[in-house]
């Protein structure tokens, strides 16, 4: 039986107005009543579009949790202050929805598991790509072993040129890096999830600042700065897991390739293997012949009972209510997202000494 569900937004600017805000107004008995941010006007903007009547704006997200009527919590912040706002939001009674990546450091992600876990409040972390057609439809093959023990993978997350210049994409002390945790933590989720394998052995990688000290570069959002470029603008890493598998993560804003594509993985087990480069193909040996199937998804979206279609990021908030109205667990489990910080953490780190990392 459906019942209200009452949220409040952390930040309104562009993942808030881009994905939460648009997906919860669509979800039913969802209602928006909470808008914080650090620029009122934003926060004003936002209610006006999404929220109840009776919606608040605040400044200070401290504020805003002393509601008790509000059951759940989009946190669309910096990454430097996912943790800080997340425990105080579970500690204040609240569910949390998180927006990747989990935390700036896995230090920071662990505690946000440690207040999950001593109030009973749900947490859940952004990663609406796992509920895109393809990776629905890759999940299940890889649950049902039609693929057999995949064994290795490549997680992609590669632009040409596809730099971000707006909000703080390109300052490491708020965000904690460049492309690698900003879109290569997307490529690193679908990876594991689809391996179900969430033990890291090993961690070698690099990163790269080329590119990103060029003045008028050609950019998809304009020329950059190179000035407050202060993150990588490409980053590689490869991981080896407990049994042996092993992920090759890449991942750029900037690098010079036409090899392009974010979000995606490519998986090779005994049984088989799979890509989502163009399009999702599964390929193996059947009768002593090799084949390729290139799985027809249909024209996008996913069909439901009422024959509309949903987005990715649509079925990502619909289902998240429901986890949440029904007391089930979430899509994301938060101890997933942590071995994603974790292995990303380990890169960076990596890059940094020259050695391996290992756990």
Known sequence: MSRLVRVGIIGCGGIANGKHLPSLKKVKDVSIVAFCDLEVDRAEKARASYGSEDAVVYTDYRELLKDGSIEVIHVCTPNDSHAEITVASLYAGKHVMCEKPMAKTAAEAKQMIDAANATG??????????FRPDSQY???????????????????????????????????????????IDIGTHALDLALWMMDNYKPKAVLGTTFHKLGKR????NAWGPWDPAKFTVEDSAFGMVTMENGATIMLESSWALNTLQVGEARCSLSGTEGGADMQDGLRINGEQFGKLYTTNVELGAGGVDFYDGEKESAADLEARLW?????ED???????????????ILEAIYESAKTGEAVYF
């Open 328 to 342: 089930r667990t979430p899509v994301v489990l938060p101890e997933q997202a942590y071995v994603v910080t974790q």
């Open 138 to 180: 890759l999940k299940k093959a890889c649950d049902k072993g039609e693929l057999g023990d995949v064994y290795f993978a490549k997680a992609h997350a590669i632009r040409r040129r596809a730099v971000p210049t707006w909000g703080v994409f390109l300052d490491e002390e708020k965000q904690g890096g460049g492309p690698l």
């Open 121 to 130: 409040k749900k947490l859940t972390i952004g990663y609406q790509n796992r």
């Open 215 to 218: 003045e008028n570069a050609a």
């Open 321 to 325: 209510i429901e986890a949440v109205r």
